[in-house]
């Protein structure tokens, strides 16, 4: 139980270190509003959207003409004078999303020169952004494919980018000639500016051959019309933007450690990106555990990042529950030692939770309770094999989204 209580003092800790609210007052500190002649318009996306336009809102209060919130549903908080909120689907877009960024549109496309649009950007906001140039049921075809393969965001996003009308800088040409101000929450790993979100305001990076790159290799299945969009150019160019990149997995991590020090533990960050199948790190992590076990020091590993699920089965579950799962495998018998996995957004996959978390009994456990690890592995079910043993971990939605983080504590 005392290892449970600095897990949970360690996640609360992490993820208020990580809330947008002061790095997007600074950041909007900066800007310099438009005159008289000119309005100001709000666009808020992804995951931390609803927060991050509350700080905005606060600080903008009597001076924003018109905003909107896009974010996943469950994830609003109430209404914010001024703005219309829409929750969506996520991480598969749904006709919610696509209404919601059509009322996005309509409020830009006739802004004039002395506008300014406010983005403020945060993950999720590829599947909750989203007019597709393609039929809406290919679109929702082809992100399931890649999510069921194990796509890596950045290969989803190349993809993405290339069958909507919003993404890859498009929506920046959609507001021009309006000046937009972006404020963008990182979730991916480096912080490419034209991936998170899928870059609506940012030039694409990205070229028709990589896109075509990872259709051969994950076997993508595509219908005519989507393959013409895949050979038709992306925006390089985006003359009408200012962008300001704020928060990231390295500040998660960092703020762990702070959290893990304060509870005595000498924390390592072993890395803060962690790009692997999630059955996969929860066997590396495993791995450390078991090498320190024979530490007097009481200590933390910590990783940070996004792994990814190779779907084999139709169970209930998420890359941080599959990672928490897979180390149970590898740490039975240890002694004072857990293994915890959280997304910073208080969600992971299609689920309730935030993540797991296992300790050495929890193999035992589930054996006892008729679970066969291996098996619920196979089948993505860690959700109701971490369920069976206590192992879910419950956040709620956080208001953040700055990837996830692993944590190895032992204590001595």
Not at 215 to 239: A, F, I, N, S, W
Request: glycine fraction near 10%.
């Amino acid at each position: 139980m005392s290892l449970r209580t600095d897990a949970d003092s360690i996640i609360r800790e992490a993820i208020e270190a990580v809330l947008p609210d002061r790095a997007v007052m600074k950041a909007l500190g900066e800007l310099k509003l438009p005159d008289r002649d000119g309005k100001v318009y709000v666009v808020a996306i992804g995951k931390a959207a609803w927060q991050m336009a509350c700080t905005a809102q606060r600080l903008l209060q009597g001076k924003i003409e018109k905003g909107v919130v896009i974010t996943k549903y469950g994830y609003a908080k109430g209404e914010l004078p001024g703005f219309q909120i829409f929750e969506a689907g996520h991480p598969v877009p749904d006709e919610n999303s696509f209404e919601a960024t059509g009322y996005a549109v309509s409020m830009v496309k006739d802004l004039k020169a002395e506008d300014q649009v406010i983005m403020l950007i945060s993950g999720g906001g590829s599947a909750l952004f989203e007019i597709p140039l393609c039929d809406s049921g290919s679109l929702q075809d082809i992100t399931k494919q890649m999510l069921a393969c194990a796509a890596d965001i950045t290969e989803m996003n190349v993809i993405r980018k290339r069958i909507s009308a919003v993404k890859g800088g498009r929506f920046a040409q959609i507001a021009a000639p309006a000046q937009i101000y972006a404020v963008v929450l990182s979730d991916i790993i480096g912080s490419p500016l034209d991936m998170i979100a899928s870059g609506p305001v940012y030039p694409d990076a990205s070229t028709n051959e990589m896109a075509w790159e990872i259709v051969r290799k994950y076997h993508l299945k595509l219908p005519e019309d989507v393959r013409k969009l895949l050979d038709m150019e992306t925006p390089k160019q985006c003359g009408n933007v200012t962008t300001k990149i704020t928060g990231s997995v390295d500040e998660l991590c960092d703020a762990a450690a702070d959290a893990c020090r304060k509870l005595g533990y000498e924390p390592v960050i072993l890395t803060s990106s962690l790009n692997c199948i999630a059955k996969e790190a929860g066997s590396f992590l495993a791995a450390v555990a078991r090498k320190y076990q024979d530490s007097k020091k009481t200590v933390a590993f910590i990783a940070g990042g996004e792994t990814v699920v190779r779907l084999t089965g139709n169970g209930l579950g998420g890359r941080n529950q599959e990672l928490a799962l897979a180390a149970a495998q590898g740490i039975g018998e240890t002694r004072d030692t857990v293994i915890f996995s959280v997304g910073s957004d208080g969600t992971d996959g299609p689920t309730d939770v935030a993540g797991g978390i296992v300790d050495g009994h929890t193999a035992e456990l589930l054996k006892e309770k008729g679970w066969d690890i291996c098996e619920a592995l196979r089948r993505n079910d860690s959700y109701h094999a971490l369920e069976a043993c206590g192992g879910l971990i419950k956040t709620g939605p956080t208001g953040t989204n700055v990837n996830d983080v692993a944590c190895i504590l032992i204590k001595r």
